[in-house]
């Protein structure tokens, strides 16, 4: 996940896990209001990170998306005429930019920069403007346009000026949708660790200047849902998203957790109360003491879990006497991640993650990621931090709804490479 530092805990992950390309499909509409997006994984070698997006009405807006090196990259158009861009969907963040010209100082990327002089619905947005403040980082320039500064925990940074645009999306029927008057950040000097297919970040945290904040309203309400794929599923098989009212997640098998509300928006927060392997229960501060709300949030952009030091040395440690191989301890590639040596996937044990309200059972599948041919590692990593991070790796193969209009997080089991989007 892309998380600014002005936002988020500074959690520094440093994950030897290699890279996945994937490929996002076209949207399908449904019935219920909302639209759905197709996640489909590209050929690759061995992988583990992940990242994602994507929900309208019959004959709605669509937005595709591809993925290139673990980011998912959600293309959309910007400005008028409509000029197309890719930007990581990141759910871990708010503001949407792009890189555009003048831009002397920013990372090299394939595709030619947006130009704001080139389109006729380009509006720099005043510093005097309520639109400016939405933002923590807007700032007065001489020109009294709203500059701003974006940085995250990944030492990436973008500055420049805050500006409203049309944001063009594609329905199912081929129809261009329009949404005007989107707020979005004109990047005039980016940095950090950017490839150069990507064109800036779409943002799709809860906060008020994300996209899902922004368009909400327009597509019946503020929510969306995700099928994810588990890893190692063939690259035909796509995954699924959903914003919407369509997007709705119901029916026999579903438990509920509350989103924990607090003053940053961007997170999706929960409360983990604690952490079963097998049949023996972790709880999350080692003792029988309460647990802070909101100690966890839900990341599609971030691939392990992150566990606090503490609770992820126990899980490590009950996972390794359940397991009956033996740890790799001899190869400096893994460094200190429990892995094993093994051509298939491990038979057991299964991890329950005990959210507040609901228990969410997780397969090896979920749990054991390849780095490499015959290994298997378990996807999961600490950090000093109290809180920690639910990661996709456990995410996959469970339909997950984020209902932002009735703060909750629904989770039904589902085979997700069987899962079908409504039908239109």
């Excluded at 861009?85 to 920069?113: E, F, H």
């Excluded at 899980?315 to 006497?321: C, G, H, K, N, P």
Aim: glycine fraction near 10%.
């Amino acid at each position: 996940m892309v998380y600014p530092t002005s936002f988020h805990p500074r959690l520094v992950i440093i994950i030897f896990l290699m890279l996945l390309p994937l490929n996002f499909s076209a949207i399908e509409a449904n019935n219920d209001g909302g639209f759905s997006v197709n996640v489909i994984r590209k050929n690759s070698p061995h992988v583990l990170p992940l990242r994602l997006s994507g929900s309208a009405k019959a004959n709605s807006p669509q937005s595709p998306i591809n993925a290139y090196l673990g980011h998912y990259l959600m293309e959309l158009s910007i400005g008028t005429p409509p000029f197309r861009i890719y930007g990581i969907a990141d759910t871990g963040s708010d503001l949407t930019w792009t890189q555009c010209v003048p831009c002397n100082n920013c990372y090299k990327q394939r595709n030619p920069m947006f130009d704001p002089q080139k389109s006729s619905s380009y509006r720099n947005i005043s510093c005097d403007s309520k639109l400016c403040h939405k933002l923590d980082t807007g700032v007065c320039s001489p020109q009294k346009r709203c500059n701003y500064t974006y940085a995250y925990a990944s030492s990436a940074m973008t500055q420049g000026v805050l500006a409203q645009e049309t944001i063009t999306l594609t329905s199912t029927t081929g129809k261009p949708v329009p949404l005007k008057g989107i707020v979005f950040g004109c990047g005039h000097n980016d940095t950090g660790g950017f490839n150069d297919r990507e064109m800036g970040i779409i943002g799709l945290g809860g906060g008020p200047v994300s996209l899902i904040s922004q368009i909400g309203a327009s597509f019946g309400g503020k929510m969306f849902s995700q099928c994810l794929v588990p890893f190692h599923t063939d690259v035909s098989v796509s995954s699924k998203m959903s914003f919407g009212k369509g997007s709705k997640v119901s029916g026999k098998g579903v438990v509920s957790t509350p989103l924990v509300a607090k003053q940053d928006k961007t997170p999706y927060f929960v409360t983990l109360l604690g952490i079963s392997v097998g049949n023996n229960y972790l709880h999350f501060n080692g003792s029988s003491q309460s647990v802070a709300k909101g100690n966890m949030f839900i990341d599609s952009g971030t691939p392990p879990t992150i566990l606090p030091t503490q609770l992820y040395v126990r899980v490590v440690a009950q996972v390794r006497s359940q397991v009956a191989l033996t740890p790799i301890t001899d190869d400096e590639d893994l460094g200190s991640e429990l892995c094993y040596r093994t051509t298939n996937n491990l038979g057991g044990p299964v991890l329950t993650a005990h959210f507040e309200g609901a228990d969410v059972k997780l397969s090896p599948i979920q749990t054991f990621i390849s780095p490499k041919d015959g290994v298997f590692c378990l996807g999961f990593t600490n950090t000093s931090s109290d809180g920690g991070i639910y990661g996709n790796f456990a995410q996959s193969n469970y339909l997950i709804g984020f209902d932002l209009e009735r703060q909750v997080v629904s989770f039904k089991p589902t085979d997700c490479t069987k899962h079908k989007l409504s039908p239109a």
